[in-house]
């Protein structure tokens, strides 16, 4: 069973940064992805970020492209998020979800039914 715990969210001041981890368990070696994604108040889920140990595929939203930096330490089985020159829209509460069967590549398409595990979520406020 794979179970994934996120934590280093937190409040900051527009301009500044955070990094975000994602603690997996139950993944095999080199045949995941793991997609960070945020939901802010009254809007939907959306896509931030995925890695594929599989095929080494990285892809990020436009939203974060050039802000953002995803990265993975397969020894530690941990996905980190590193955000920095944050705004307030990137306010949200933020999950890591992992596709471990099928679709183990990050090509920008962040289907939910993809993805076969969900942590509990970490709020990120960034305050203007």
């Known amino acids: 069973e794979v179970q994934l715990v996120e934590s280093g969210g937190g409040l900051v001041q527009a301009g500044g940064s955070l990094r975000l981890s994602c603690a997996a368990s139950?993944?095999?070696?080199?045949?995941?992805?793991i997609g960070w994604f945020r939901q802010a108040p009254g809007k939907e889920r959306e896509g931030v970020s995925c890695?594929?140990?599989?095929?080494?595929?990285?892809h990020y939203a436009d939203s974060v492209k050039g802000r953002f930096t995803i990265s993975n330490d397969n020894a530690k089985n941990t996905v980190d998020l590193q955000m920095n020159s944050l705004k307030p829209e990137d306010t949200a509460v933020y999950y890591c979800?992992?596709?471990?069967?099928?679709?183990?590549?990050?090509?920008?398409?962040?289907?939910?039914?993809?993805?076969?595990?969900w942590g509990q979520g970490t709020q990120v406020t960034v305050s203007s």
């Open positions: 139950g993944l095999i070696f080199d045949d995941y992805a």
């Open positions: 979800a992992a596709k471990a069967r099928d679709h183990l590549y990050c090509a920008g398409g962040y289907y939910e039914y993809e993805y076969d595990a």
């Open positions: 890695i594929s140990s599989s095929d080494g595929s990285i």
